[in-house]
């Protein structure tokens, strides 16, 4: 129980800033529930629908409910996603039995790291362990998380981004190096496909980014930015190419464009999934079957996620101390 056992338990709500929630959770530390998390077999135990999206002017609400008796925690995400703000996230852990809150948490945070943490263990599970060179499009809060979490898993020795104008990558390149000692290429998008041996897309994009002939043969991606089903960040040819893997069936097929349109236009099949994340990670079907495979993984995110990171956050501050402080 994140809140300690027995029947002795008293309510005590605590708050955790988007600065606790940075001191708390760790990357390494959250590489490693996502990898518990997703080893295991979840289903006699999770319960998680697939998120509800409600439209906004102008944006989108998602509400990411998640119950896991066997770590005996239940929360509950809600997200905004709009032009103006970007994301914006809230979560809430609940006591398991009487659902009251035990926590509330700004997670912005918490949304990014656990996503870069994600595509870390999925990159460890299907990247060749030999990389070099990360490249990732886009340069928000997503692509901050991504470079700075996927080298836990890999010895990149080269970062190349791309995003819509150079002049926003050059200052995004010099706060990489001053805030986090990454030294980080402006590149075209080409260049960026072309030379990188991980690829991360971390963008608001609608339509593709890149051309799947220019992918090299062993190449991984991640796709993290599109979740809705009219949009999408790469073309057909490299979902074609690619040996696919998703977070969950359920999401991927309810959300992910990048899957769903050539779905419907029967470039793909069903079939082409090989995996989820969960298969792969219990070793029940492979990913990567040789070293020229390009392999793929769409994250459109999951509530478990979510859940794991906030019981982390949630428990390092009990054994800390931080709780009496919040």
Partial sequence: MPHGQGSKYTSIMRYFSEQQI??????????????EAFTRDCSPTLRMPVRTQLDLDGGVLLIMPCYDSLLNAVGVKMVTVTPHTGVQAT?????PTSGEVLAVME???????????TSALATDLLARPDVHTLGVFGNGRQAIAHLTVLPCVRRFQRFLVCGSGRQDLDAFCRKMKTEHTIEVEAVSAETCARESDVICT?????TPLLDGHWLRPGTHLNLVGAFQPHTREVDDETIKLARVVVDTYEGALAEAGDLLIPLTSGVIRPEHIVADLHEIAGRIRPGRTQRDDI?????VGCALEDLVTAQLVFK?????GTMERS
Avoid: G
């Fill in 202 to 206: 971390c963008t608001t994009a609608t």
């Fill in 91 to 95: 979560y809430q852990l609940l006591h």
């Fill in 22 to 35: 940075r001191e708390l959770a760790k990357p390494d530390d959250v590489i490693r529930v996502m990898r």
């Fill in 316 to 320: 390092q501050a009990a054994s800390s």
């Fill in 295 to 299: 392999t793929l993984f769409k994250s």
């Fill in 107 to 117: 997670a912005n945070y918490l949304t990014d790291l656990r996503t870069a943490a």
